[in-house]
């Protein structure tokens, strides 16, 4: 009878909560290079980097949410601009069971840590063949982003009036 108990008690496989990565793309790749060939020739000091990304959800079906990364990144020699690099980069991912509480952290946090690294990669690969070192991206503490979204979107909320919490995948970039 222990046995049957203990049978009984375990979830069903179709309920258990999952999260699948279906597939990854680049959806637009930009890469100016406007100073080349002269801008690899030339030496000077260090040049400035200023890098961007935010984070964006989109939900294809019941189970299924594209979460793209918008990276930019430029880097400037004193006035002149070096490169100019925009990527957006996205992962399908299945979700199934997750319950609403969590849905926003996995799509808006755990999800783009996981194709973040390609991501980066891609930005690597492409300021090298533009003549440039590799630009290897820092880590990206993606909570702290999501924490940043949702105190910008309750401090809209608060000056519109409304207290109402914003579904899941309305959270701003």
């Known amino acids: ?4 108990n203990q049978g009984a008690a375990a979830p069903e496989s179709g309920a258990a909560p999952s999260m699948n990565l279906v ?3 680049v959806r637009d790749l930009s890469f100016e290079n406007p100073g080349a060939p002269g801008s690899i020739m030339a030496g000077g000091g260090n040049p400035a980097f200023n890098v961007s990304i ?24 004193e006035e002149t601009l ?21 849905l926003s952290g996995l799509l808006m946090v755990e999800c783009p840590r996981l ?17 440039f070192p590799p630009l290897m991206m820092e880590p990206v503490d993606f909570m702290a ?9 309750a401090a809209k909320q608060q ?7 914003a579904p899941a995948t309305d959270l701003p970039n």
């Not at 935010?54 to 020699?77: F, H, P």
């Not at 000056?159 to 919490?165: I, K, L, V």
Request: hydrophobic share 45%.
């Open 23 to 25: 597939g990854q793309y």
């Open 145 to 153: 982003i999501y924490r940043q979204n949702l105190a910008a979107l």
């Open 54 to 77: 935010s984070v964006g959800v989109k939900k294809q079906a019941d189970d299924l949410y594209a979460v793209e990364l918008n990276l930019k990144a430029k880097a400037n020699r």
């Open 115 to 131: 194709i973040f690294p390609f991501a980066r990669q891609v930005l690597a690969n492409v300021t090298q063949q533009g003549g």
């Open 82 to 102: 070096l490169f100019n690099v925009e990527l957006v980069y996205g992962g399908v991912f299945r979700l199934k069971n997750i319950p609403e509480a969590q």
């Open 1 to 4: 009878m222990a046995d049957e």
């Open 159 to 165: 000056a519109e009036g409304g207290a109402a919490a």
